[in-house]
């Protein structure tokens, strides 16, 4: 099958960016084949222009950002507001997965600020969980797949619960030496800097990327910049010795407490 494989799935355009894209970048450079794929095109991420130009917009922001780092982009499946934990996405995610077969899936929190993120986190781990079932049909029909994979789930937006209680990360990765490229990539996202400081107040959308990089980095006690991730359970996925995030970025991962 050739270099092992890497999958980012984000909820909307610029997720991956904001959370998951300084790991997905480390591993590229360690030799990873690595994909990505929001599962909603951004179509209510303007108050500018229409639904159906708005999505268009944001899809080609993403395929930029993607081609930064040479990774595959997978477009999305359904509109905004509209990611829901239901069968019709279950089968096309899951299709995804099998034709991608990549041993460490990066997905969201299940615990986040708005809904579209926590159905994505749940969506991505049935959709995994259903790889190696040959009865489960998919959408569309794909055979199969028995690889060991690990599911990461990134930290969520403000790195709080929505009852606003602090998430600690299980695994903290350095982003020192990618965090331009990381920069780099939330850039291409042009249209979503006036979208969030109309909506959402922000009033620097680069910054409040790297805000949250230097929070986690300083609960890694280790790295001035970090990522942060929880592992999920491996029942159904793997051995809980399988870990290939930790095995393959050893330099650049710590534990929460300091151990590598």
Not at 45 to 71: F, M, P
Not at 127 to 136: D, E, G, L, S, T
Not at 148 to 176: F, S, W
Request: glycine residues 6%; negative net charge.
């Amino acid at each position: 099958m050739g270099n092992p494989r890497a999958m980012a799935i984000g909820a909307h355009p610029d997720d991956i960016e904001f959370v998951m894209s300084g790991t997905l970048i480390l591993l590229a450079q360690a030799g990873y084949e690595i994909h990505v794929m929001s599962l909603a095109n951004g179509c209510c991420g303007s108050v500018v222009t229409d639904a159906e130009i708005t999505a268009r917009i944001r899809i080609q922001e993403s395929a930029d950002a993607a081609r930064l780092i040479g990774a595959t982009y997978h477009t999305p499946i359904t509109n905004d507001l509209e990611i829901l934990y239901e069968q019709s996405l279950i089968r096309k995610l899951c299709a995804i997965i099998r034709e991608v077969q990549p041993e460490i899936l990066l997905i969201p929190s299940p615990q986040d600020y708005m809904e579209d993120h926590t159905n994505t986190a749940r969506l991505a781990v049935t959709a995994a969980f259903c790889r190696n079932m040959p009865n489960y049909v998919c959408d569309p029909v794909t055979e199969a797949t028995f690889q060991d994979i690990c599911l990461y789930h990134a930290m969520p937006m403000g790195l709080k619960d929505p009852l606003r209680q602090p998430l600690t990360p299980e695994l903290y990765v350095n982003m020192q030496d990618v965090l331009q490229m990381k920069r780099d990539m939330l850039a291409c996202h042009r249209s979503q800097k006036e979208w969030l400081d109309e909506s959402q107040g922000t009033d620097n959308y680069i910054h409040l990327m790297e805000q949250m990089c230097e929070e986690v980095g300083a609960c890694s006690g280790q790295f001035i910049v970090a990522e942060g991730w929880r592992r999920h359970l491996s029942l159904g996925f793997g051995s809980e010795e399988f870990d290939p995030l930790t095995t393959v970025l050893t330099n650049k991962v710590t534990r929460h407490g300091g151990t590598r």
